[in-house]
């Protein structure tokens, strides 16, 4: 009923920059908070930036400076801008979405699949 998709992962040098996408389609109502979440190899699923419906972000504080979180509510499309990035930023990046269908007013959390990001060079 509802499908998050990332795009934009691959491979940069330190110090490059990717940009991020996730774009939710379906039988959207609304969605609420959007975020970005990576899991390295070996280690546990980490929070990278959130944005609520209203604008409003919180950051890592190891992505703060660098990253920037963002989306567009018009295409229920949120973006993640990864500038200065470092090897230890390499990971697979989800995206998750607190949404409301239009066929159930409960709101859930729903998550894409992952992009990969490897930094290296």
């Known amino acids: 009923q509802v499908h998050l998709v990332e795009s934009g992962g691959g491979l940069v040098q330190p110090g490059g920059s990717l940009r991020l996408s996730c774009a939710a389609s379906?039988?959207?109502?609304?969605?609420?908070?959007m975020g970005w979440y990576r899991q390295a190899p070996g280690k546990q699923r980490e929070l990278v930036a959130v944005?609520?419906?209203?604008?409003?972000?919180r950051y890592a504080d190891s992505v703060k400076g660098r990253f920037t979180i963002s989306r567009d509510n018009a295409k229920n499309t949120m973006y993640l801008q990864m500038n200065s990035l470092k090897p230890e930023d390499t990971a697979v990046y989800c995206c998750?979405?607190?949404?409301?269908?239009?066929?159930?007013?409960?709101?859930?959390?729903?998550w894409g699949q992952g992009t990969q990001v490897t930094v290296s060079s």
């Open positions: 998750m979405g607190s949404i409301v269908l239009l066929t159930n007013p409960q709101m859930d959390t729903y």
């Open positions: 379906g039988s959207i109502f609304v969605i609420n908070s």
């Open positions: 944005i609520t419906s209203g604008g409003s972000t």
